[in-house]
């Protein structure tokens, strides 16, 4: 069987003898053709995948982002059409069988790639007072990795600018000094001097981020969400799109680029570096998908 014809029979299968519905078909038929490009991209057929290369196709989506439910119902999918495959082409072994669902994975975080971090870091009107604030927090969020409740509850004493550091109060109310590097620590200076006088007006905050209507008592970890969301909508990310995520870009750019695993576990203020080895899993993922498709003996 070819890719095409082996995928076809099998929806024929599924609609004619099985009687599903159109929609649950065409379920079905989404996830194969996921499959064949990915067969395609390994130069393969489809039929003649083994279990290494589904469970790498496996993995390469969950480093993607995609959910484990999204994921687990592909699984089945992929363990109902060999089984169908193994049963028409008479052979002894079927490379899906006992496929595991994510569940029995690591479940791995999603994060941006370099460039969509560049898209979204450009997408505010820096001309404007709020678009200024925007581009600060956002720069801030991708360069120390602070959890969203960190950001918001930074105070404007809290950043050192000459210095190009912070101090943020994390879970458990430890405090840790994170590097924030020149370009946040630009944008920053900018936001300080030229934006946030503005958007305070006459009320007073200890906040960094005050909120664009009248200052108030600062930005709002909701109000902050919906900021970052709408500016990833405005480039094309938004799903999925949150500061966590950016979190998690953070910590997966630095550790591509070659930074001590221990290093990363202090700035984000993990008690524990085996939380932190989360990223290594992202790493090996990725790695192993790439060989899987690309290596000429594989």
């Known amino acids: 069987m070819a890719n095409r014809s082996s995928i076809d029979a099998y929806l024929s299968h599924l609609q004619d003898e099985r009687r599903l ?33 589904l469970e790498a196709f496996i993995r390469e989506l969950m480093a993607s982002g995609r959910s484990p439910r999204s994921v687990a119902r592909l699984v089945a999918c992929l363990r109902g059409f060999y089984k169908y495959v193994t049963v028409a082409a008479q052979r002894d072994e079927n490379p899906a069988d006992d496929l595991q669902s994510p569940r029995a994975w690591q479940v791995l975080p999603k994060f941006l790639s370099v460039d969509e971090v560049d898209l979204l870091l450009a997408a ?12 600060a927090f956002i720069e801030v969020l991708y360069a ?41 620590v630009q944008w920053v200076g900018r ?10 007006g006459a009320r007073s905050s200890s906040r960094l981020f005050v909120n ?55 700035m984000l203020g993990h008690a524990n570096l085996s939380t932190t080895q989360i990223y290594t899993h992202i790493l090996d993922a990725r790695l192993k998908s790439l060989y899987d498709r690309f290596h000429p003996r594989d």
């Open 21 to 53: 519905s159109p929609h649950t078909v065409d379920s079905y038929a989404r996830d194969l053709r996921m499959l064949a490009a990915f067969a395609a991209g390994a130069g393969r057929q489809v039929d003649d995948l083994d279990r290494p290369a």
């Open 124 to 135: 505010p009107d820096v001309s404007t007072p709020k678009g200024l604030r925007d581009r």
């Open 144 to 184: 120390t990795g602070l959890r969203v409740s960190e950001l918001v509850g930074l105070r404007a004493q809290d950043v050192n600018l000459e210095s190009g550091y912070l101090t943020c109060t994390g879970k458990g109310r430890k405090q840790r000094l994170v590097p924030i590097g020149d370009e946040a």
């Open 191 to 200: 936001y300080v001097r030229d934006a946030r006088p503005l958007l305070a």
């Open 212 to 266: 664009a209507r009248g200052g108030g008592p600062g930005l709002t970890r909701m109000g902050l969400w919906k900021v970052l969301k709408a500016y990833g909508r405005q480039v094309g990310i938004a799903r999925g799109l949150s500061p966590h995520v950016l979190r998690h870009s953070f910590a997966t750019h630095l550790l591509e680029r070659g930074a001590d695993l221990r290093a990363i576990q202090m």
